[in-house]
């Protein structure tokens, strides 16, 4: 999948469970005592591990779950240097339901048969490495208090016309030397702007909606691209905002 942008030489497609240690090793530094995850995994240093593996099993996850795509930019060397992960929902929530259409142009139901096994078996792996030995960093009760927090924002935000509509949850961008992460900002907006405009345009396409849940740091930058505020909400000391796509 190729994009037009005013890098030419990026190029854009869909992660696959080869690039998950790629992923994690980038993400990791950008979400290690963020400000907004710590939290979440209060024991991050004390189990650099199990902080790994936590990450390493959600992107793993995302790529593999039903109606969620996980993009990636690359420049001409294969370096990845943007990720964002896209979702549709409501089948990315429940994929069999009634009365909503196919994602148009892809295909990504993710319903064969060796899909649906290799889910199960992954499911099934988890469930007994969680029992033999649980992740450490985490504070569950944190986790699902965010968990809460985020379904009863989808339920103020995401019926009527909303119902049917692409959200994206993740979006980080890399620099070129692969050593230090950048949050997204109008300097390397050029960098992700194919990240960020795959969903707008795939929403076009599908006739729908078109959010985004992110930290109030980005408020500003998403406001030049053409969202706006919707909701906020806030977990412990973490504050989340949703923006809507209104152009």
């Known amino acids: ?53 936590w990450w390493r099993k959600y992107y793993r996850d995302a790529i593999l779950r039903p109606y969620c795509v996980v993009l990636l930019v690359e420049d001409s060397k294969k370096n990845i240097r943007g990720m964002a992960a896209w979702a549709y929902a409501p089948k990315a929530m429940r994929g069999d339901v009634d009365g909503i259409p196919e994602p148009r142009g892809i295909d990504i139901a993710k319903n064969s048969w ?23 960093c985490i504070d569950s009760n944190a986790l699902q208090e965010w968990r809460k927090t985020v379904s009863g924002m989808s339920k103020r ?19 070129e030397d692969q050593e230090k992460i950048a949050r997204p900002s109008p300097d390397n907006e050029g960098l992700a702007s194919p990240l960020l405009h795959w969903g707008t345009q795939q929403s076009k396409l599908d006739g729908v909606s078109t959010f985004v849940l992110t930290l109030i740091s980005l408020r500003a930058m998403y406001e030049g691209l053409g969202y706006n505020v919707v909701d906020e909400v806030k977990c412990g000391p973490t504050r989340c905002i949703a923006m809507k796509y209104d152009k």
């Open 1 to 53: 999948m190729s994009v037009t942008s005013q890098h030419p030489s990026l190029h854009l497609r869909f992660a696959t469970l080869s690039d998950v240690s790629k992923i994690t090793s980038l993400v990791l530094p950008q979400v290690s005592h963020d400000g907004f995850h710590d939290y979440f995994f209060p024991h991050q240093d004390r189990h650099p591990r199990d902080f790994a593996s």
């Open 114 to 136: 060796f899909e649906v096994i290799q889910r199960r078996i992954y499911a099934w792996i988890d469930t007994i490495a969680e029992t033999i030995r649980p992740n450490r």
């Open 157 to 175: 935000l995401w019926s009527g016309k909303d119902r049917v509509h692409w959200y994206s949850y993740e979006y980080f961008t890399f620099n």
